[in-house]
Nanobody, 113 residues
Framework: QVHLAESGGGLVEPGGSLRLSCKAS???????MAWYRQTPGNQRELVAA???????HYEDFVKGRFTVSRDNAENTVYLQMNDLKPEDTAVYYC????????WGQGTQVTVSS
C-alpha cells in the first residue's frame, strides 16, 4: 500500500510563505505528482502538478506565487507557496496526478492576520 505523508503547513500572515513537503513510500521518479487542496464543504481541487520530466502545471489562482518541485532521490514533492492569501487557507494534499492512490492526512495551511 502506498503512503503519502504531507507536512510543512501552519499559520502564516497574508503575504507570508510556506514550503510543503510530500514524501511517498514508493519511487515516484516516473510519475506525475500533484498538489491539491480542500476547504470544508468543498471538493478537493488541483493546485499544481509536476510530470516525471519536470514539466509543471499551475491553476490560475496560484500562478506566479506557488512553485512545485520534486526530489526523486527522496521520493518527495514540494510546494513552495509565496505571497499567501487568506483564500489559500485549506488542507493541502499530494497524490499521483493521473492515478491517485489513497489520500494522506494532508497538512493544514491557515493564512490569517
Amino acid at each position: 500500500q502506498v503512503h503519502l505523508a504531507e507536512s510543512g503547513g501552519g499559520l502564516v500572515e497574508p503575504g507570508g510563505s510556506l514550503r510543503l513537503s510530500c514524501k511517498a513510500s514508493i519511487d515516484i521518479w516516473r510519475n506525475a505528482m500533484a498538489w491539491y487542496r480542500q476547504t470544508p464543504g468543498n471538493q478537493r481541487e488541483l493546485v499544481a502538478a509536476i510530470t516525471g520530466g519536470d514539466s509543471t502545471h499551475y491553476e490560475d489562482f496560484v500562478k506566479g506565487r506557488f512553485t512545485v518541485s520534486r526530489d526523486n532521490a527522496e521520493n518527495t514533492v514540494y510546494l513552495q507557496m509565496n505571497d499567501l492569501k487568506p483564500e489559500d487557507t485549506a488542507v493541502y494534499y499530494c497524490n499521483f496526478w493521473l492515478s491517485p492512490v489513497d489520500w494522506g492526512q494532508g497538512t493544514q495551511v491557515t493564512v490569517s492576520s
